[in-house]
Each structure stands twice: as structure tokens, then as C-alpha cells.
């Protein structure tokens, strides 16, 4: 009975109540109750460690899951104590213990991944999986007969848990553990898990392949299956993936805040903590990067800091403050608006904090947002350093609308440290903006709302800097005008300022004035 008012109050959110009724059926256990009454004592273990994990009592949960691996009989009950312990894990932002329990528990079930994977492992998972969709459209898998085998449904599941963690933690075992999940589904039939594996394979195509147009028919294909096989306790981390790494790459970014905040609050009501955690950071990403008002979005993100606080999502919480530390710099509400320090964060400790987990992608909006603030207020030397920062750790951001933000921001700071370049080093700087450039180009035809105006704006920074006065200005109108019609607050303002620069350079004050007091 404890058992089953237990399980009712968990699915009602009630956690508290559901610790209480747990731990009550836990002290009624007889004392051989491993061998009398395994079944439920194996459940009570399993669910009370699951209750008081989502009662941030991590030392409990510990506990009865030590309890469950000491007597658990087969590799399936094992499984779903450990399912609860990453759970866990990564509330407690402890990365490297949600990698380490994940690969031991999908190598029982016959699914070896690489701890360390090298170049070699994902090119042999990219090719496995391409073998394994040949001749297979990604509409044609809609169809796919259901996946039977529990092991593989285990090893799904668990996977399905880890990936967000090995994208910001293990970047090089993301896309191995990506193509494993689609493989098993394209071999061994469809599952309630197979959309967030589509959806996920939908990122490596349009993030490491660059091949939109398919990636964008696996998200598509993933929302489908959504629908066809009513699934809803997962359906907020299909429908993030898909707004955070592929939607963004063909329609305008702000298409994308409605469904990132639907995902929030579902996931809210679900207990599914992790992903109220990764859709409103996404939903601030594109926001930020969109070029929101930021007084406007200053108040959203400390609701969001608040409610991430208190339900204990560390990692998430961290980029929050980054970015309201950041704001308050540019507002000039700092010392020093150049360094993210203040009554908030210290860029400092936020970094300390990241590489401790590990957490390679807090460690990219450290350096991206860095990079931000540096090139606003004119410390280009810093901002260069900042940049190259952020590119060795770049991957850990894969096909999220940062990192292709940091492309365009790297162009203009690349630029603007060039009259103090030394004049042999100034080819290779420029061939590293025109690289850029072709990204930004290629990205600006499939999404040109998001794309369009900052390709304008480098080019108008390059024309200049190469002398190209009467061409330059050209492209900064067409820049300023682009920004304007999509809403870019931010890049608009940046466009007229720049701009007004390159007249004054040029001895045309009067005109450079119109643009400044645009700016």
C-alpha cells in the first residue's frame, strides 16, 4: 500500500509525500525480504531512491541504490537503479560520475562505447550508421516496426538520459553516442526513445556534417513520431532538440521561444528538471543572440535564475548568472564593462566551476561572452585571446545558435585588431575571416533572418578594412537595414556604430554623426 500511494504521489509531483509513504513501505520490509519478497522489495528500493533524489537527498538515494546493486538479480533490475542514480548525478552537476555509471551499465547491455573516443571512432560510427539508412528515407522510418528486445529498449533509454551530458561533457563522444541510438533504431525497430535519437542525428547532420536540408528531415521526422506514437513524458527534449540545433538553421530564431518555453513549463510539470533546465537556457541563448531588449530580458532571466536555483540545476544556473553579469556589463553597471565581474558572477569562478565538473560548454559561453564584451568596449588584444579561447572548445556548442554566433563575432574582432597586426601576419587574418564568411554565407541562404545581416555587417568591416570605402558603405546600409527588419536590436545599433567609424576614418564627421546618434 506504501508502495502504491508512493508511486501515485511521485507521479503527482508530490514528492515529499511520496519520500514519506516510501520510506514507511522500507521499514515494513521483512528482514529476508530480498529472497521473500523480491519483486517488491526491489521496487520500493528502486522508487524511494528515485523519490529522494527528486527530494535533492542525494545521500539517500545513494544509499538504496547501493542496496539494489548488492542484491539486484539481473542486469535489468540493475539498470533501473542505475537510471536513477545518473538522474542524480546530473542534478548534482557531477558529470563525470553520470559518463562513468552510464558506460558501465550500457556495456552490460551489450553496447560498448568509447570512454576517450578518438577521430577514427566517429568516422567508423558516421559511416555505420550511413550503411545502416541505406536506402531508407527519413520519412520512410516513420514507418518501422516497433523494437521488442528489452536490453535494446534499456540501452536506449539510457542513452536517450545521457546524451545532453556527453554533448557539453565528452564532445567527441556525443556524435559516437548519437549514431549508436539511430543505428538501433534503424536495425532493431522504433521506440517511445527513437525521436530524441532522430532528433539528435538531425544536430550531428546540420552541426558536424553540414548537411541541413537531411538533418532538417530527421527533426521533422522525429516531431512526427511524436505525434504517431503519442508519446509525452519525453516529448519536451524532442522538441528542444530540435528548436536548439536545427530549426534555428532554416527558420527565423525567434520561430523557435514558443516551443523552447512550452518544453520549460512541461517539463517543469513532469519533474523532468534536467530539461526545464535546458530549455530556458536556450530560450535565453536566442534571446541574448537575437538581440532582445536587455532590460526587458534582464527581468525574464532572473525568473528563470530563481526557479533553476531552487530546483538545484547547477550547470544551467551558472549560465544564467554569466549572462546577467554580462548584461549588467554592457548596461555599464560594472567597474570595468569589459570584464564579466561584478555583483553577480566572476567570470573567473564560472570558469573554475565549469572545469571541475567537466563542462566544456560552460566553458564556450565564458569564452564567447568574453569575447562579446571585450570587442564592445575595445579591448581587441583581450578579445582575440577570448576568441581562441572559445574555438578550442567550440565543438562542446555543436550546431546550438551559439556557436554559430561565435563565427561572426570572431570576424569582427579579428578585423578590428588588424591595424595593430603586423603587416605579415594580416593575410593570415584575413583568410580566417573569409573562412567565416563562407560559413555565415552558406548559413545566411538557409536562414537568412538570422544569418543575412551579420554576413552584411563582416563584409562591410573587411571592405573596409582592405580600403574598399565606396563598397563598404554599401554593405553597411544593406546590414543596418537586414537587422532592422528581423528586430536585431543589438546588431542594428552595432551596424550604425561601425559604420559611423568608417566615415569618420574617412573624413565625412557630419555623416558619421547620423550614424552614431542612430547607433
Not at 529472497?35 to 537527498?57: P, R, V
Request: neutral net charge.
Amino acid at each position: 500500500l506504501n508502495l502504491m500511494a508512493g508511486t501515485k504521489a511521485r507521479d503527482s509531483a508530490a514528492y515529499a509525500s511520496a519520500w514519506r509513504y516510501l520510506s514507511t513501505g522500507l521499514d515494513l520490509l521483512q528482514e529476508d525480504c530480498w529472497t521473500s519478497q523480491y519483486a517488491l522489495t526491489l521496487d520500493l528500493h528502486t522508487i524511494a531512491a528515485e523519490a529522494a533524489y527528486l527530494c535533492m537527498q542525494f545521500e539517500d538515494m545513494d544509499r538504496l541504490i547501493g542496496v539494489v546493486y548488492e542484491n539486484a538479480l539481473s542486469v535489468l533490475d540493475r539498470v533501473r537503479a542505475a537510471e536513477v542514480r545518473i538522474a542524480g548525478y546530473i542534478a548534482e552537476a557531477r558529470n563525470a560520475d553520470v559518463m562513468t555509471t552510464a558506460l558501465e551499465v550500457l556495456s552490460l547491455l551489450g553496447v560498448n562505447l568509447p570512454e576517450k573516443p578518438s577521430m577514427g571512432h566517429i568516422l567508423l560510427a558516421v559511416l555505420r550508421t550511413k550503411v545502416a539508412l541505406l536506402g531508407k528515407s527519413p520519412e520512410s522510418l516513420a514507418d518501422h516496426p516497433a523494437m521488442e528486445d528489452e536490453r535494446s529498449l534499456a540501452a536506449m533509454r539510457i542513452m536517450n538520459r545521457i546524451a545532453s551530458i556527453a554533448y557539453v561533457a565528452n564532445p567527441n563522444l556525443f556524435p559516437v553516442l548519437v549514431c549508436r541510438m539511430t543505428e538501433l533504431s534503424v536495425r532493431r525497430g522504433t521506440s517511445i526513445y527513437a525521436p530524441f535519437g532522430y532528433s539528435l542525428y538531425g544536430t550531428i547532420l546540420c552541426g558536424a556534417l553540414g548537411d541541413i536540408d537531411a538533418g532538417y528531415r530527421f527533426g521533422t521526422l522525429a516531431l512526427t513520431l511524436l505525434d504517431r506514437l503519442d508519446i509525452r513524458n519525453m516529448r519536451q527534449r524532442v522538441t528542444f532538440t530540435f528548436a536548439a540545433t536545427t530549426q534555428h538553421f532554416k527558420d527565423p530564431l525567434g520561430d523557435t521561444l514558443e516551443r523552447l518555453l512550452g518544453g520549460y513549463r512541461a517539463s517543469l510539470e513532469n519533474g523532468d528538471f534536467e530539461f526545464a533546465a535546458t530549455n530556458s537556457g536556450l530560450y535565453m541563448y536566442h534571446r541574448f543572440h537575437g538581440g532582445a531588449p536587455l532590460d526587458a530580458l534582464y527581468k525574464e532571466l532572473v525568473t528563470y535564475a530563481d526557479v533553476l536555483a531552487q530546483i538545484k540545476q547547477q550547470r544551467y544556473h551558472a549560465y544564467f548568472l554569466l549572462h546577467l553579469q554580462t548584461i549588467e556589463c554592457i548596461r555599464g553597471e560594472t567597474a570595468n564593462p569589459a570584464v564579466i565581474k561584478g555583483k553577480t558572477a566572476d567570470e573567473d569562478e564560472l570558469l573554475t566551476f565549469h572545469r571541475s565538473i567537466p563542462d566544456q560548454h560552460g566553458e564556450f559561453n565564458v569564452h564567447l561572452l568574453r569575447t562579446i564584451v571585450q570587442y564592445l568596449f575595445g579591448a581587441n588584444a583581450d578579445a582575440a585571446k577570448s576568441s581562441d579561447e572559445a574555438k578550442l572548445v567550440w565543438e562542446s556548442a555543436l550546431a546550438m545558435f551559439p556557436s554559430l554566433t561565435w563565427f561572426y563575432w570572431d570576424s569582427l574582432v579579428q578585423l578590428a585588431s588588424l591595424p595593430d597586426t603586423p603587416k605579415r601576419s594580416r593575410p593570415s587574418i584575413l583568410r580566417r575571416v573569409a573562412r567565416n564568411q563562407r560559413k555565415l554565407r552558406r548559413w545566411a541562404k538557409h536562414a537568412p533572418a538570422n544569418h543575412r545581416h551579420r554576413w552584411l555587417l563582416v563584409e562591410a568591416e573587411r571592405r573596409s578594412a582592405e580600403g574598399r570605402f565606396a563598397t563598404a558603405a554599401e554593405f553597411y546600409d544593406q546590414a543596418i537595414t537586414a537587422a532592422r527588419d528581423v528586430g536585431n536590436l543589438c546588431d542594428h545599433a552595432l551596424a550604425n556604430e561601425l559604420a559611423a567609424h568608417t566615415y569618420a576614418r574617412n573624413g565625412k564627421s557630419t555623416i558619421a554623426r547620423t550614424y552614431m546618434t542612430e547607433a
